[in-house]
């Protein structure tokens, strides 16, 4: 990327949130807690055939504590975004990126030994997440909420066992020239200046998209799109 002090990588900011809970959380959806989980797999069973689109996001209440009681601890490797600023985002039930953080989520906080029995639900909100792909790459790419959305996306298909590489590649790519393009649109005055908080979150986001840039070109032997100078 050009000069510019817009992009650059955030150093990890940690709140007060403890991160060494045991990895099952209140409320999560094994047998005899989660009181709505056969109707709930049976959404996910309409999703898989093809006669539902989105599997319905949990509950306010069990989402909101899944997120508070896992957020530090599955953002702290990337740090892309503050709780803070998920939390209102999760009351807006903005799709792809709530999607994507709730698959984290839910994959971090099951219980080991409860993978296999569990697994469907981080996959029903990973493949909400993917349905939505196309609006984020089809909108108007200059967008700091979609950058975030695709990093996150690419953060799960990262670590899921067996996933194809072209899924991280594509998402991975897709982050970066979204960045590019955001920069730029910045650069030439046809986008209004960022606030602080924007820049800071899309400084974090321009971090997490070089850091998997330097995971896809170590893994598969690509050249990165960014240059990792924050510039």
Same mark, same amino acid.
């Given at each position: 990327?050009?000069?510019?002090?817009?992009?650059?990588?955030?150093?990890?900011?940690?709140?007060?949130?403890?991160?060494?809970?045991?990895?099952?959380?209140?409320?999560?959806?094994?047998?005899?807690?989660?009181?709505?989980?056969?109707?709930?797999?049976?959404?996910?069973?309409?999703?898989?055939?093809?006669?539902?689109?989105?599997?319905?996001?949990?509950?306010?209440?069990?989402?909101?504590?899944?997120?508070?009681?896992?957020?530090?601890?599955?953002?702290?490797?990337?740090?892309?975004?503050?709780?803070?600023?998920?939390?209102? &985002?999760? @009351?807006?039930?903005?799709?792809?990126? !709530?999607? /994507?953080? %709730? $698959?984290? =989520? +839910?994959?971090?906080?099951?219980?080991?030994?409860?993978?296999?029995?569990?697994?469907?639900?981080?996959?029903?909100?990973?493949?909400?997440?993917?349905?939505?792909?196309?609006?984020?790459? &089809?909108? @108007?790419?200059?967008?700091?909420?979609? !950058?975030? /959305?695709? %990093? $996150?996306? =690419? +953060?799960?298909?990262?670590?899921?066992?067996?996933?194809?590489?072209?899924?991280?590649?594509?998402?991975?790519?897709?982050?970066?020239?979204?960045?590019?393009?955001?920069?730029?649109?910045?650069?030439?005055?046809?986008?209004?200046?960022?606030?602080?908080?924007?820049?800071?979150?899309?400084?974090?986001?321009?971090?997490?998209?070089?850091?998997?840039?330097?995971?896809?070109?170590?893994?598969?032997?690509?050249?990165?799109?960014?240059?990792?100078?924050?510039?």
């Amino acid at each position: 990327m050009s000069s510019t002090t817009t992009l650059q990588p955030q150093k990890q900011h940690r709140g007060s949130l403890k991160t060494a809970d045991p990895p099952t959380a209140p409320n999560f959806p094994l047998s005899g807690v989660f009181e709505h989980r056969k109707r709930f797999e049976g959404h996910i069973d309409e999703v898989i055939a093809g006669r539902r689109q989105y599997t319905p996001l949990l509950p306010q209440h069990i989402a909101s504590r899944l997120i508070h009681n896992s957020f530090d601890a599955i953002i702290a490797e990337h740090p892309l975004l503050d709780l803070p600023i998920f939390a209102a &985002l999760l @009351d807006e039930q903005y799709a792809a990126l !709530v999607n /994507a953080v %709730l $698959a984290l =989520a +839910l994959r971090f906080k099951t219980a080991p030994g409860a993978e296999r029995e569990l697994a469907a639900y981080p996959r029903a909100y990973y493949r909400n997440a993917a349905t939505a792909l196309p609006e984020l790459l &089809l909108q @108007d790419p200059r967008s700091v909420r979609s !950058v975030q /959305a695709l %990093l $996150a996306i =690419a +953060l799960y298909a990262r670590d899921v066992s067996g996933s194809r590489a072209a899924a991280v590649i594509m998402l991975t790519a897709g982050a970066s020239l979204q960045i590019e393009m955001l920069q730029q649109g910045l650069r030439h005055g046809s986008l209004l200046l960022l606030d602080a908080a924007e820049e800071a979150q899309l400084g974090r986001a321009y971090g997490v998209a070089c850091a998997l840039e330097t995971f896809v070109a170590q893994r598969y032997g690509l050249c990165p799109l960014l240059d990792g100078s924050g510039g």
